[in-house]
C-alpha cells in the first residue's frame, strides 16, 4: 500500500471532510486525481480544476488550486476558456455523468472535436445525485428511479463511443481499482489533447440502496467482481475498464 | 378533502386534477419533488399522462411549449437556473401563442452559487409573454394552477402562464391544503378545445415562421401584449368563477388591512406572511399599517393597485430582487403606476430577502419608522439595503476566514 501523502498538498485539508455521504465514492476520486498530479509533480501554480454542478461538482473547492465551480453543465466550455486564453496551464475538470453528459452534452462533442488539450474526470454514478437520485443519462434501462418508477424505459449512453475516431484520449476505471483509475489519469494528463477518465464510482445513498445493495462496500465490490481490465481494447465491453488505444484520427 | 401539503405536492395536485395529458421534465431543487411526485402518481396508475425526462430546461421548455402547440394539455415546472437556462425558449414558446402552464420555484441566481429563494429568476422572466401569477400558500399554489389553465386557454389570452412560489419557505412547508373535487375541477376546467393552436390532419399550420421586417414582427408583438393586457379582465373573470364555485376568491392583488391603511408594504409571495404578521404589529402599536400584495405580476393590474395604495400617505416596496445598478424591480414598476396620480403617497424603497435571507420583525418595524418619518418630514429616504448587524459580523468573520479584510 502506498503510504505517501504527499498527494495532499494539492488539497485544501483544513476544509475536510467533504461534504458527501457516508460510503460515497466521490472522495476517492477526489484523492486519486490528486494522486496523480502528484506521480506527475503537477505546479500547484500552474495546475486550474473547474467543476460543474452536483455532487461531484463540489470537487473543485477542495483542491488547493486555482479553481472554478460553475454551471450545470458548463464545466467544459469554462475550462476550455481557461486553457485557450493561458495555453501553459494544464486544465482539469473534475464533474459528474449527469453534468458533462446530459445538460452538457453538447459541450462534450465540441471539445472531442476541436481535441483542446485539457483533461476530464468524469464522476459516473449512473444518477444525479445531488438532487436525490433521479434518472440520469447514464441510469442503465429499466432501473427504477424517483424519477422512473416503473423503471427507467430509455438506455444508457456509453460516451466511450463519442470518441470512435476522435484521436481523444478515453479511459473507464473504478474507484475499487485504485492503482489503475490511477494509472488513467496519469496518462490523461499526459497527453497531448483532450482526455477523458470516465470514473464509475458509488452513491450508495440515492442510487445503490434503492437498487437493493445494503451498503457502500457491496458496490465496492461489484466493481471488484464484475470488471475486468482490458488496456489494449478498441473498445470496451460493458463489463471492461481500460484505455482505448486505437483512437487514431481518420483523416479525409 | 383537506390534506397537509407542501407547496411542491400542492403544485402537484393543481396537475394532476387539471388532467395533463404530457409532462416533459427535468430535476432542479427546490422543484424537483413536483415532478417526482408526478412520476409516483403516474406509475400507481391514479394519473394518466405521458411523463419524460429531457436532458436540460432547454430542451424541456422547447418540448412542453411544441407539445402546447399539438393541443394538449402540458405541464412543466423549474427553478432559478433552469429557468435561466431555459430563457431562449420562453419568449419562443409565448410568441407560439400556446397555453403552457409552468411553476417556477424561486430560487436565487449564481453566481455566488445558492439555493435560497429571491425573485431574480422570476423577474427575468416578466418581459417574456408568460402571465406570471406569484403565491404566498401551498392552497394558492394549487388553485393557481387550475386558474392559469383557464386563463391561458382563454382565446382573448392564449399565452403561457408562469405559476411562482419560493422555494423552501413554501415548496417545502406543509400547510393544510383543499384538495377540490375533481366534479368541480371538470366544471371550472373542461378539457381543452384548441381553437387557434393545434396540429390536425387535413390541416396544416406553419408555426415560429420568420416575420422579417418591423412592421410584421411588431404586429405580432403587439398581439401579444395587448392579448396579456386582456387577460387582467379574462384574469377577473375566471377568478370570480373559481370563488363561486371553490369559495376561495383570488384577487390580483391581495389586501391586508389596507381600508384605513396611512403606511402600506407592498411585497410579493411568502414573505408576505412575515410581512402581515409585522402589520398586526405595527397597528398594534396604533401605527395604520397595511400590506399589499402582488399576485398577478403580468399582465400587471396597474389600475388595481394604484386605487389600492393613492390614498395612502406612505408605501414602502419591499423587493427580494435586485436590478443590479438600478434596485428594487416592483419599485420602479409601482413608481411608474403613480406617477401620474395628483395625489400620491410617498414611495420608499427597501431590498431585502435575497438568497432566502430573513427579513426579521425589527427590520419590518424600522421599516415602518422610516415610512412614519417620511410622513412627518415629507423625505423620502435613499434606498436601503436591509442588512442586519449581525449579518455584517458574520460576513466580518467569513472575510477574515477568507482573508480579505
Ligand atoms: C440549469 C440547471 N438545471 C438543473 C440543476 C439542478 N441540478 C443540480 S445537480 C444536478 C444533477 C447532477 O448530476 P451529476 O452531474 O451526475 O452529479 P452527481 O450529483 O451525481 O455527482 C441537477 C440536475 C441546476 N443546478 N442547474
Redesign the pocket.
Not at chain 1, 444518477?127 to 438532487?131: E, H, S, V
Not at chain 2, 427535468?26 to 431543487?29: C, F, G, K, M
Given at each position: 500500500m502506498n503510504q505517501n501523502t504527499s498527494f495532499k498538498r494539492y488539497l485544501k485539508m483544513d476544509l475536510l471532510p467533504t461534504p458527501w455521504c457516508p460510503g460515497c465514492g466521490n472522495g476517492i476520486v477526489l484523492k486519486t486525481i490528486c494522486q496523480a498530479f502528484d506521480e506527475l509533480n503537477l505546479p500547484k501554480n500552474g495546475t486550474v480544476v473547474v467543476s460543474?454542478?452536483?455532487?461531484?461538482?463540489r470537487s473543485a473547492g477542495y483542491f488547493d488550486l486555482d479553481s472554478v465551480h460553475t454551471?450545470?453543465g458548463r464545466a467544459i466550455p469554462v475550462a476550455e476558456g481557461i486553457k485557450y486564453a493561458i495555453d501553459a496551464l494544464n486544465v482539469i475538470v473534475a464533474?459528474?455523468?449527469?453534468?458533462l453528459l446530459g445538460?452538457g452534452g453538447n459541450h462534450l462533442l465540441h471539445a472531442i472535436r476541436r481535441n483542446t488539450n485539457i483533461t476530464v474526470v468524469c464522476?459516473a454514478?449512473e444518477?444525479?445525485?445531488?438532487?436525490g437520485g433521479q434518472v440520469?443519462p447514464t441510469t442503465p434501462h429499466n432501473i427504477k428511479t424517483l424519477t422512473t418508477p416503473n423503471g427507467n424505459p430509455d438506455y444508457p449512453l456509453d460516451v466511450q463511443f463519442l470518441f470512435k475516431h476522435s484521436g481523444c484520449y478515453f479511459a473507464r476505471s473504478t474507484v475499487y481499482h485504485l492503482n489503475h483509475l490511477k494509472k488513467c489519469i496519469v496518462e490523461a494528463l499526459k497527453f497531448q489533447g483532450f482526455s477523458f477518465v470516465e470514473a464509475r464510482t458509488m452513491?450508495i445513498v440515492n442510487y445503490g440502496r434503492r437498487l437493493g445493495y445494503k451498503n457502500s462496500n457491496e458496490m465496492l465490490l461489484h466493481y471488484k467482481e464484475f470488471y475486468k481490465i482490458n488496456d489494449d481494447a478498441g473498445e470496451l465491453a460493458p463489463n471492461e475498464i481500460g484505455i482505448i488505444k486505437t483512437n487514431t484520427l481518420i483523416k479525409s | 378533502m383537506k390534506e397537509m401539503l407542501t407547496g411542491n405536492a400542492a403544485a402537484a395536485w393543481g396537475v394532476r386534477l387539471a388532467d395533463v395529458d404530457y409532462l416533459p421534465t427535468?430535476?432542479?431543487?427546490p422543484q424537483t419533488e413536483i415532478i417526482e411526485t408526478l412520476a409516483r402518481w403516474i406509475c400507481d396508475g391514479v394519473m394518466d399522462a405521458t411523463f419524460v425526462t429531457l436532458d436540460s430546461?432547454h430542451s424541456m421548455i422547447t418540448a412542453a411549449g411544441a407539445a402546447s402547440a399539438t393541443g394538449v394539455r402540458v405541464f412543466t415546472a423549474t427553478s432559478s437556473?433552469?429557468l435561466l437556462?431555459g430563457f431562449e425558449m420562453l419568449y419562443t414558446v409565448a410568441g407560439w401563442r400556446v397555453p403552457l402552464v409552468m411553476v417556477n420555484v424561486s430560487r436565487a441566481l449564481s453566481s455566488p452559487i445558492t439555493l435560497e429563494a429571491d425573485h431574480n429568476d422570476i423577474l427575468a422572466t416578466r418581459d417574456s409573454g408568460f402571465l406570471q401569477i406569484h403565491c404566498e400558500t401551498c392552497q394558492e399554489v394549487l388553485d393557481s394552477i387550475l386558474i392559469a389553465y383557464r386563463l391561458a386557454e382563454d382565446k382573448r389570452v392564449l399565452l403561457p402562464v408562469l405559476v411562482n412560489m419560493d422555494g423552501f419557505l413554501l415548496s417545502f412547508t406543509r400547510e393544510p391544503v383543499e384538495i377540490p373535487d375533481i366534479k368541480d375541477v371538470k366544471r371550472f376546467l373542461p378539457p381543452y378545445q384548441p381553437e387557434h393552436a393545434f396540429f390536425k390532419a387535413s390541416q396544416p399550420m406553419a408555426q415560429g415562421v420568420a416575420a422579417l421586417g418591423g412592421p410584421v414582427y411588431s404586429y405580432f408583438k403587439y398581439q401579444m401584449h395587448l392579448a396579456s393586457m386582456n387577460a387582467l379582465d379574462v384574469y377577473k373573470e375566471v377568478s370570480g368563477e373559481f370563488g363561486k364555485i371553490f369559495g376561495r376568491k383570488y384577487d390580483t392583488v391581495d389586501g391586508c388591512m389596507m381600508d384605513d391603511a396611512v403606511c402600506v408594504l407592498v411585497m410579493t409571495n411568502s414573505f408576505s406572511t412575515l410581512g402581515k404578521a409585522a402589520v398586526m404589529k405595527a397597528r398594534a402599536k396604533g401605527i395604520k399599517a397595511g400590506l399589499l400584495r402582488l399576485r398577478v405580476l403580468r399582465p400587471f393590474p396597474e389600475a388595481d393597485i394604484r386605487g389600492a395604495i393613492k390614498m395612502t400617505r406612505a408605501v414602502a416596496v419591499l423587493d427580494q430582487n435586485v436590478s443590479v445598478g438600478k434596485g428594487g424591480i416592483l419599485y420602479s414598476e409601482i413608481s411608474s403606476a403613480l406617477y401620474h396620480e395628483k395625489e400620491r403617497p410617498l414611495l420608499l424603497s427597501f431590498i431585502g430577502g435575497l438568497g432566502g435571507k430573513n427579513i426579521s420583525s425589527e427590520e419590518f418595524e424600522f421599516i415602518f419608522d422610516a415610512m412614519i418619518h417620511a410622513v412627518d418630514t415629507g423625505k423620502v429616504p435613499a434606498p436601503r439595503l436591509l442588512y442586519t448587524e449581525e449579518e455584517w459580523k458574520q460576513m466580518e468573520g467569513l472575510k477574515k476566514m477568507a482573508g480579505k479584510q
Open positions: 460543474g454542478i452536483g455532487c461531484s461538482g454551471a450545470h464533474s459528474g455523468d449527469g453534468d445538460i464522476y454514478n444518477t444525479y445525485g445531488m438532487t440520469s452513491c | 427535468y430535476p432542479i431543487t430546461e437556473q433552469g437556462y
